[in-house]
């Protein structure tokens, strides 16, 4: 079992930059594939970014590659998502994603993942 926090959102002006933090508690994390996804209001939820369990591994969706940084600390049992050059259109409210099992993989898809924290909201003013 995998219990996920998210933290860190906020408001900022577009051209800014935000750091988002996930928590996670569990015996397995270390293990576990994460990724954050988001959801825009009257929106589905969407990939953002992923990364294996090692951390040597992220994918990123093409809104915000070049711009979003996906990492992991594992003796933290933390990843963090820093996103720069913010954009109005990054307005959302963010997930942290864990997926049980060992994987030297990075995943997409939401259906992949076990696991979900609360969210938190990501405003970008323009």
């Known amino acids: 079992q995998v219990s996920l926090v998210e933290s860190g959102g906020g408001l900022v002006q577009a051209g800014g930059s935000l750091r988002l933090s996930c928590a996670a508690s569990?015996?397995?994390?270390?293990?576990?594939?994460m990724g954050w996804f988001r959801q825009a209001p009257g929106k589905e939820r969407e990939f953002v970014a992923a990364?294996?369990?090692?951390?040597?591994?992220?994918f990123y969706a093409d809104a915000v590659k070049g711009r979003f940084t996906i990492s992991r600390d594992n003796a933290k049992n933390t990843v963090t998502l820093q996103m720069n050059s913010v954009k109005p259109e990054d307005t959302a409210v963010y997930y942290c994603?864990?997926?049980?099992?060992?994987?030297?993989?990075?995943?997409?898809?939401?259906?992949?993942?076990?696991?979900w924290g609360q969210g938190t909201q990501v405003t970008v003013s323009s």
């Open positions: 990364i294996n369990w090692a951390g040597g591994r992220t």
């Open positions: 569990g015996r397995t994390f270390s293990t576990s594939p």
């Open positions: 994603a864990a997926r049980r099992g060992i994987s030297g993989n990075y995943f997409v898809s939401a259906n992949e993942y076990d696991y």
